[in-house]
């Protein structure tokens, strides 16, 4: 079983920064796939990014890549995730989540956060 928690959510202007967390309890935390998925008003839960065991290898959604970093501290049962350039269409709830594979599809994921709120606007 793995608990997730994530901060770091709030207002921001377009062109701004932010950086979301999101705190693993549990022993097996360096086994998981860790990702992020966001989920605006009246939409569907989206893919934003993933990134493995190691953080060797992480994948992007196309709308943030280039913008976006997802990382992870295995010492610390966390993993990040790094918004930069945000523009009024990534205003969301933020959701982290942990699972067995690396997909860009929900049920991959096997635990979920309650998720951060995200709003970009001037």
């Known amino acids: 079983q793995v608990q997730l928690v994530e901060s770091g959510g709030g207002l921001v202007q377009p062109g701004g920064s932010l950086r979301l967390s999101c705190a693993a309890s549990g022993r097996a935390f360096s086994n998981y796939i860790m990702g992020w998925f966001r989920q605006a008003p009246g939409m569907e839960r989206d893919f934003v990014a993933a990134i493995n065991w190691s953080g060797g290898r992480a994948d992007y959604a196309d709308s943030v890549k280039g913008r976006f970093t997802i990382s992870r501290d295995n010492t610390k049962n966390t993993v990040y995730l790094q918004m930069n350039s945000l523009k009024p269409e990534d205003t969301a709830v933020y959701y982290c989540?942990?699972?067995?594979?690396?997909?860009?599809?929900?049920?991959?994921?096997?635990?979920w956060g309650q998720g951060t709120q995200v709003t970009v606007s001037s």
């Open positions: 989540n942990a699972g067995r594979l690396m997909a860009r599809r929900e049920y991959a994921y096997d635990f």
